[in-house]
């Protein structure tokens, strides 16, 4: 079974920092694209993070709305998934979620239908 486990919320002031982690189980890690999303309150669920498979290079890509403040990154030896948050904002209050993925079906990044494994999310929420 394979199981996707965030960790790492939790409440902070504007401008303070979080690091999001999601532990990968069962899953062959190194074989798949991996992703953070967040969703807030009646929004849609987005892509905040990417990041491409270790044999690919582990390319990554990035919401707009958090480039330069967030960084994503993987550990294939601890089967572990990170998401940096630095200088948060309010409007990146959101539930958090890790997801996996190894068939690209759509060629958006964020694509969800490209990601077949789904955490249960960790909620983050920054307060002015």
Not at 7 to 29: F, N
Not at 89 to 115: H, L, Q
């Amino acid at each position: 079974q394979v199981q996707l486990v965030e960790s790492g919320g939790g409440s902070v002031q504007a401008g303070g920092s979080l690091r999001l982690s999601c532990e990968v189980s069962t899953l062959p890690h190194n074989s798949y694209f991996m992703s953070w999303f967040r969703q807030a309150p009646g929004k849609e669920r987005e892509g905040v993070a990417y990041i491409s498979t270790s044999a690919t290079g582990g390319v990554t890509y990035y919401h707009d709305t958090v480039k330069g403040r967030f960084t994503i990154s993987r550990d294939s030896a601890r089967k572990g998934l990170y998401l940096q948050m630095n200088s948060l904002k309010p409007e990146d209050t959101a539930m958090y979620y890790c997801a996996a993925g190894d068939t690209w079906r759509s060629s958006s990044v964020f694509a969800i239908g490209n990601f077949q494994y789904w955490g249960q999310g960790t909620q983050v929420t920054v307060s002015s």
